[in-house]
């Protein structure tokens, strides 16, 4: 058993190498992760050896460490060899593991950390979409929508008390949410922070509870919110409106109202950015004099669009300032007008002549 390959580093790396190889190894293979323990344990026993400058030279000369690697001797970081073997007797806790290997890589086997204090009171945000038509992206809009949610408690008026009963810091964590436990490892001592189960991380608890929301803050009901929808929106554009989602608990933030808008496909123009465009069939004589023609515009009156003599079928025609808004700043896109050149099933006994006269002369 090679312990260099093992930890899958040369000879020649050095510690600060080889404790890095060690910790992503022993993530990797971590039993509480799912990894396999007899590979943990090589790796253990390796680190164990290389670590240590007097170990890792007997080895390099011997292939061997006389005294055996899995004592400590201050050296490395722990013996995970010796954990595995002696857990039944109830020297050490399996379970653990994963917040040693947490503390102690995050900070070299020193301390512990406080955990940044969750906001437990927050209320949800709330996503919700909009369909509007292809027209209402021309100018400023606006919807009414009625959202199901949790709203401030009414009696309580939000704070999760009776009304008139006191509400005070918690005792337990005094008022901080969070309490400290201190674990003795293999390791060594250290500290972590976990969420207060007296006051469930909100630092206080009221006297007695409302009797309508139960000391939550809030209750399930209905409220009418307007949202404004900007012209030149684009479909799946979310807007954002602050303090709309759902209540936060006992008088915490309310969440936020994201509202996704969907703009329908319309039947006549297709719309890329803030271009529309539609297509336009025209007669042969017309694509080979030239002429005028009517075509629609979006949300407006039709307009007289000039066919140039000699367009070919396909050519697309720019009408400027004939699309959608720009969102958020001033001006409009385009609208582009894709010209075809229709060409008749049928025609009359009139027409098939003067088409023969015209095939004979060339054209």
């Known amino acids: 058993m090679d312990y260099y390959e093992i930890l899958g580093v040369a000879k020649s790396a050095s510690q600060d ?12 293979y971590h039993p509480d992760k799912g990894g396999d323990t007899a590979k943990f344990k090589e790796i253990n026993e390796a680190y164990q050896v290389l670590s240590n400058t007097e170990k890792r030279q007997q080895y390099d000369q011997y292939g061997r460490v006389f005294e055996g690697a899995g004592q400590n ?6 013996d995970f060899n010796w954990a595995w073997q002696n857990q039944a007797q109830g020297g050490f806790d399996a379970e653990d593991l994963g917040d040693i290997f947490e503390n102690f890589f995050s900070f070299g086997g020193g301390g512990g950390r406080r955990t940044a204090k969750k906001d437990v009171k927050k209320g949800k945000d709330i996503q919700v979409d909009i369909e509007i038509t292809l027209e209402d992206t021309l100018k400023e809009t606006s919807r009414k929508i009625n959202l199901e949610k949790l709203i401030s408690c009414h009696r309580c008026i939000g704070k999760g008390a009776e009304p008139g009963t006191k509400i005070s810091e918690c005792v337990m964590c005094r008022g901080q949410g ?4 201190v674990k003795r490892t293999i390791l060594g001592s250290y500290t972590t922070f976990a969420t207060c189960p007296e006051c469930k991380g909100e630092g206080t608890k009221p006297e007695k509870v409302c009797n309508v929301c139960k000391g939550e803050g809030r209750t399930k009901g209905q409220q009418e919110i307007q949202i404004n929808i900007p012209a030149g929106i684009d479909t799946n554009q979310v807007i954002k409106i602050d303090g709309m989602g759902e209540a936060g608990k006992k008088n915490g933030k309310a969440g936020d109202l994201y509202a996704r808008i969907l703009v329908k496909k319309h039947s006549v123009f297709a719309r890329k950015e803030d271009d529309l465009y539609i297509e336009k069939y025209i007669g042969y004589s017309q694509a080979v004099l030239g002429d005028e023609t009517e075509i629609p515009t979006l949300g407006d009156k039709n307009i007289i669009l000039t066919i140039p003599a000699g367009t070919e079928s396909g050519r697309i025609l720019r009408v400027s300032g004939k699309g959608i808004p720009h969102f958020g700043s001033y001006g ?9 050149i229709n060409t008749p099933k049928k025609v009359t006994k009139e027409q098939r002549k003067t088409l023969d006269q015209l095939r004979k002369e060339g054209l």
């Open 178 to 181: 969070q309490v400290q436990e």
């Open 17 to 28: 190498e080889i404790k890095k190889a060690f910790h992503k190894l022993a993530h990797k």
């Open 73 to 78: 001797n201050g050296q490395g970081g722990g």
């Open 332 to 340: 409009r896109g385009n609208l582009y007008v894709q010209l075809h």
